[in-house]
């Protein structure tokens, strides 16, 4: 009798615990989860959606064609967001195609000087240095300049 | 036994309820109000507005009414910190620092033409420390817009000896400032392509911009020479891409280097009027 009534004593304690310590009421399940890094790569954008003109469909080709033949081939190797072709087809639609080619060939050179990269561009989140085409516009309204010492969160 | 071992369970089953001897009124306004003060301290301004805002419905209190708008403007919003400000009565003793810290918050909301006007509105005329301190901000209101500057003697005048050295080299900056320009950028990459850049300070960029254009024009020329037309004329298109692009660039770069340059000064403005406290008075309501 004694021994039942430890038992009893032991365990009574228990319920109300067991009752209040679910704080949560939805049912624990499996997820799905992805370690992959999202990344601008997996995620082009073929389309010509948003292209209205001549020159923009021209731009597009061309970098689809690229996208196409060469860089899902080649795989992620631009240090910059956007990537290069990325902005070529970005400066081409927020200026025009002759200022975009301009933009796209310094860019270019810029990617090709490997020195002082880290110091000089602030940082995406993923590791990519962040080099909008906001920047080089030639309209300083449009010009927001974030130090290479920030991280931005989103591209 | 079993009795003695019956009672002893229904005693501490029972215990629990009775342990609690002090019997707490956690809304008493002393309870609040020490709860809030905890807040504050903590830096938790947010639940400590709603805390003492609770206690100013009871009774209105100018050291809470100040204490929010403190946590306001702790919390960069700077149009509640200003109107908290501006609900303290004149007989308050916070008066005086209440209305410096009104003057702060309309200066840190950065619409500084409404600064002036309230600075205007509610300093000039006085002859105290704290419209002195508020003449202080109003002047260097001027070095965030590009409104016309007063004379250097009349900007410097609010300031301390030990002050002037420092703001003075903010108004030399502002009067001449080191920016590069663009058009200068443009035609010396024009004339030695990426000279542009290495004006601008872009050393490396222009070196590279440089060698790349070379090597195509080289690479052109190379071909011309050679007799092969085709291969040249594409080194030559490309070689007109990277010169039109650097040139470009160069202009471009230019005006980065102006906006970071901007971007310099502005931020080292904010961390000396930051150090000085805005020219507010430091409380200290945790010690």
């Known amino acids: 009798m004694i021994r039942r009534i430890k038992i009893l004593t032991l365990l009574f304690p228990l319920f109300p615990l067991s009752i209040y310590s679910q704080t949560d009421w939805v049912k624990w399940e499996k997820t799905n989860f992805d370690y992959r890094k999202s990344s601008e790569y997996r995620q082009r954008d073929y389309s010509y959606d948003n292209d209205t003109t001549a020159a923009q469909y021209v731009v597009k080709t061309t970098a689809n064609a690229y996208w196409y033949f060469v860089s899902d081939l080649d795989g992620d190797n631009c240090p910059f967001r956007p990537s290069c072709s990325a902005f070529f087809v970005e400066s081409s639609k927020q200026t025009n195609i002759f200022q975009g080619t301009l933009m796209f060939f310094d860019r270019f050179t810029r990617d090709i000087n490997i020195y002082k990269r880290h110091k000089h561009y602030p940082h995406i989140k993923d590791g990519y240095l962040y080099d909008p085409v906001s920047l080089y516009t030639l309209d300083e309204s449009k010009i927001n300049y974030i130090p290479p010492s920030a991280i931005i969160e989103q591209q | 036994m079993n009795i003695a071992l019956l009672l002893s369970i229904i005693l501490l089953l029972i215990s629990p309820h009775y342990s609690q001897t002090e019997n707490l009124d956690f809304n008493s306004p002393a309870n609040i109000r020490l709860f809030a003060d905890h807040l504050y301290c903590e830096k938790d301004y947010l639940r400590a507005i709603l805390e003492y805002d609770r206690l100013l419905e009871m009774q209105m209190n100018d050291t809470l009414l100040y204490k929010t708008g403190l946590s306001y403007s702790y919390m960069y919003d700077y149009p509640s910190a200003a109107q908290r400000f501006d609900l303290i009565p004149p007989s308050s003793p916070f008066i005086n620092q209440s209305r410096i810290e009104w ?20 300093f000039v005329g006085e002859n ?20 016309p500057l007063p004379s250097k003697e009349e900007f410097l005048s609010p300031f301390e000896i030990n002050e002037k050295e420092k703001v003075s080299s903010f108004y030399d900056w502002k009067v001449d400032p080191p920016y590069k320009s663009s058009t200068v950028a443009g035609i010396m990459s024009a004339i030695i392509p990426g000279s542009g850049k290495v004006y601008v300070g872009e050393v490396s960029d222009g070196i590279v ?23 040249a004329w594409i080194f030559t298109g490309a070689a007109a891409l990277f010169y039109g692009g650097n040139i470009y660039g160069s202009v471009a770069a230019a005006q980065v280097h102006n906006a970071k340059i901007t971007f310099e000064f502005n931020e080292s403005l904010n961390i000396y009027l930051k150090k000085n406290n805005y020219y507010s008075p430091a409380y200290d309501f945790c010690k």
Do not use: C, M, W
């Open chain 2, 209 to 231: 911009a440089f060698l790349v254009t070379g090597i195509f024009v080289f690479l052109a020329y190379d071909n011309f020479q050679a007799g092969h037309t085709t291969r």
């Open chain 2, 128 to 147: 105290n420390k704290y419209q002195s301190e508020g003449q202080k901000l109003f002047n260097f209101s001027y070095l965030f817009t590009d409104e």
């Open chain 2, 103 to 122: 003057l702060k918050a309309k200066f840190l909301f950065g619409d500084y033409p409404k600064f002036k006007l309230a600075y205007v509105n509610q």
